[in-house]
């Protein structure tokens, strides 16, 4: 009694830790590719499941992630027979797990070669320069042609990218050569526009003084000329005024002819040497003469 129930204990103990051996928790992003027999039964996804003790087993788990293949530069030779060295890197994502399983034996393996073909293709089509610069069109094909050819093996590939491309030593001294050159021809024409735009602002600068000289120059001589002007304008009116005073105070002709001597004494005593006396105002000279002699007498 006491053996029957311990290895009743013991069967027990062997079908509950097959049982629990047998419940499976799938994950997020992964896939479990089930086989019953030897043959494909189904692929589980997210959840619990649980698998029949000796019969089925879980032939691969597969990860439903993008993934990154980082492949070792590669030798190509481009079409001006140039050999360089390019490495690769594929993004890419397992889309079907039952053909990833199936499909084909080492499927990192199988991307890395295609991918080692299918560049070689590629840049022995092109030259050096459109292989330096057609990376876009380079990745663009790349990914065409191997997302084309990896479909039946349940792979998507996602993107492609040319990590590095390594010219020969040679080669790159040369860019390196022609590219200094090309930034100091670039530096040259900066300068000349620098120096041609400066010389611009400067003859530009020197006209427009010019032109404010010219003006202020034409505005002092319209300021003085108006000056002159008003001045003149000035005197005749007061010429005028006192014209206008005389012929009102109507004068007698012997106070016009003794005002014409005041105005000729007030020339002699200026800088002339010689002085010619109208007969008028000598006449008018030897009244007032006359004049004064009668009234000293008186």
Same mark, same amino acid.
């Given at each position: 009694?006491?053996?029957?129930?311990?290895?009743?204990?013991?069967?027990?103990?062997?079908?509950?830790?097959?049982?629990?051996?047998?419940?499976?928790?799938?994950?997020?992003?992964?896939?479990?590719?089930?086989?019953?027999?030897?043959?494909?039964?189904?692929?589980?996804?997210?959840?619990?499941?649980?698998?029949?003790?000796?019969?089925?087993?879980?032939?691969?788990?597969?990860?439903?992630?993008?993934?990154?293949?980082?492949?070792?530069?590669?030798?190509?030779?481009?079409?001006?027979?140039?050999?360089?060295?390019?490495?690769?890197?594929?993004?890419?994502?397992?889309?079907?797990?039952?053909?990833?399983?199936?499909?084909?034996?080492?499927?990192?393996?199988?991307?890395?070669?295609?991918?080692?073909?299918?560049?070689?293709?590629?840049?022995?089509?092109?030259?050096?320069?459109?292989?330096?610069?057609?990376?876009?069109?380079?990745?663009?094909?790349?990914?065409?042609?191997?997302?084309?050819?990896?479909?039946?093996?349940?792979?998507?590939?996602?993107?492609?990218?040319?990590?590095?491309?390594?010219?020969?030593?040679?080669?790159?001294?040369?860019?390196?050569?022609?590219?200094?050159?090309?930034?100091?021809?670039?530096?040259? +024409? /900066? #300068? $000349?526009?620098?120096? *041609?735009?400066?010389?611009? !602002? =400067? &003859? @530009? %600068?020197?006209?427009?003084?010019? +032109? /404010? #000289? $010219?003006?202020?120059? *034409?505005?002092?001589?319209? !300021? =003085? &000329? @108006? %000056?002159?002007?008003?001045?003149?304008?000035?005197?005749?009116?007061?010429?005028?005024?006192?014209?206008? !005073?005389?012929? @009102?105070?109507?004068?007698?002709?012997?106070?016009?002819?003794?005002?014409?001597?005041?105005?000729?004494?007030?020339?002699?005593?200026?800088?002339?040497?010689?002085?010619?006396?109208?007969?008028?105002?000598?006449?008018?000279?030897?009244?007032?003469?006359?004049?004064?002699?009668?009234?000293?007498?008186?």
């Amino acid at each position: 009694m006491n053996n029957s129930m311990i290895i009743g204990g013991v069967v027990l103990l062997v079908v509950l830790f097959i049982a629990v051996r047998c419940i499976r928790i799938v994950q997020q992003a992964r896939a479990y590719v089930i086989e019953f027999l030897g043959a494909y039964k189904t692929t589980w996804n997210v959840g619990i499941h649980f698998k029949l003790p000796f019969v089925e087993r879980i032939a691969k788990v597969v990860s439903l992630k993008e993934q990154v293949a980082d492949f070792p530069p590669q030798p190509v030779i481009t079409k001006d027979n140039v050999t360089m060295q390019i490495d690769t890197v594929v993004y890419f994502q397992i889309t079907d797990p039952r053909l990833y399983t199936y499909g084909i034996e080492q499927p990192m393996l199988a991307i890395e070669n295609l991918s080692a073909t299918t560049l070689r293709n590629i840049i022995g089509d092109l030259e050096l320069d459109q292989c330096l610069t057609s990376r876009d069109i380079i990745n663009s094909k790349m990914r065409s042609i191997l997302d084309e050819a990896t479909d039946p093996w349940g792979i998507k590939v996602n993107r492609v990218e040319l990590k590095n491309i390594l010219p020969p030593k040679e080669i790159q001294n040369a860019m390196e050569k022609q590219m200094k050159a090309e930034r100091e021809r670039r530096e040259s +024409i /900066l #300068r $000349a526009e620098g120096e *041609k735009r400066a010389a611009i !602002l =400067e &003859a @530009e %600068g020197e006209k427009e003084s010019a +032109i /404010l #000289r $010219a003006d202020a120059k *034409k505005q002092q001589q319209i !300021l =003085e &000329a @108006e %000056g002159q002007a008003e001045a003149i304008l000035k005197v005749q009116t007061a010429t005028a005024e006192g014209i206008r !005073l005389i012929n @009102e105070a109507t004068p007698s002709e012997a106070v016009i002819k003794l005002k014409a001597m005041e105005a000729f004494a007030s020339a002699a005593n200026g800088q002339a040497t010689k002085i010619i006396i109208p007969s008028e105002i000598q006449s008018v000279a030897g009244l007032a003469a006359g004049l004064l002699e009668s009234t000293k007498e008186k």
